[in-house]
């Protein structure tokens, strides 16, 4: 079954049931939790202070959509679905353009089609605005996510490619939708 924005729910690889939906206002800590959680435990993460900007879920849904992956109450996952270039969360989107940020998943729910269902609700929101492309960015040591986005039909683009720190370079992959 192919998660989409108008099921909110279903069977992702025949391991978790999950809703896909928007945030809410008490589950912004526990999101917020999670998220750094996912990130420092990836083998090279180098966070820094952006574990505070991951934290601050309640400044993200301020400005950007949150999604959350929910199952029997306990939320799974997590991401930021920025809706264009003039969005205080966007990095280097152009015209025409959404973006993809901060995707994570509780380590004990990664494999089981959490972060494919939480990218395939960005998606499908991009489509429903029309969008021309959905671009992100991800560390080099986020191995596993650039699978699921290669998987998705993301392709690299290395000429977007964001240098944040002399430590940190955030290599760019885009999506283009056929309208």
């Known amino acids: 079954m192919r998660p989409s924005a ?3 729910s279903g069977v992702w690889g025949g391991w978790v049931t999950i809703e896909i ?3 809410q206002p008490q589950e912004h800590h526990t999101l917020g939790e999670l998220t750094v959680e996912a990130y420092r435990a990836l083998d090279g993460a180098q ?3 952006y574990a505070d900007e991951l934290a601050d879920v309640t400044a993200r849904a301020r400005a950007a959509e949150v999604l959350v992956a929910v199952e029997g ?3 799974l996952g997590g991401v930021t679905f920025v809706p264009g270039p003039d969005n205080p ?3 280097q989107l152009q015209e025409g353009e959404v973006g993809i940020r901060m995707l994570a998943v509780v380590p004990s729910a990664q494999g089981k089609g959490v972060g494919r269902a939480l990218s395939v609700a960005c998606i499908d929101r991009a489509r429903d605005r029309r969008a021309r492309r959905v671009a992100l960015h991800s560390t080099p040591w986020m191995k596993a996510a650039h699978r699921l986005y290669e998987s998705l039909g993301f392709v690299r683009a290395p000429e977007r490619d964001l240098q944040v720190s002399p430590d940190v370079l955030l290599l760019s992959f885009v999506l283009g ?3």
Do not use: Q, S, T, W
């Open 6 to 8: 108008e099921a909110g």
């Open 21 to 23: 939906r928007p945030i």
């Open 47 to 49: 966070l820094g202070a």
């Open 73 to 75: 109450g306990l939320v």
């Open 89 to 91: 969360y966007a990095e």
């Open 177 to 179: 939708l056929d309208r």
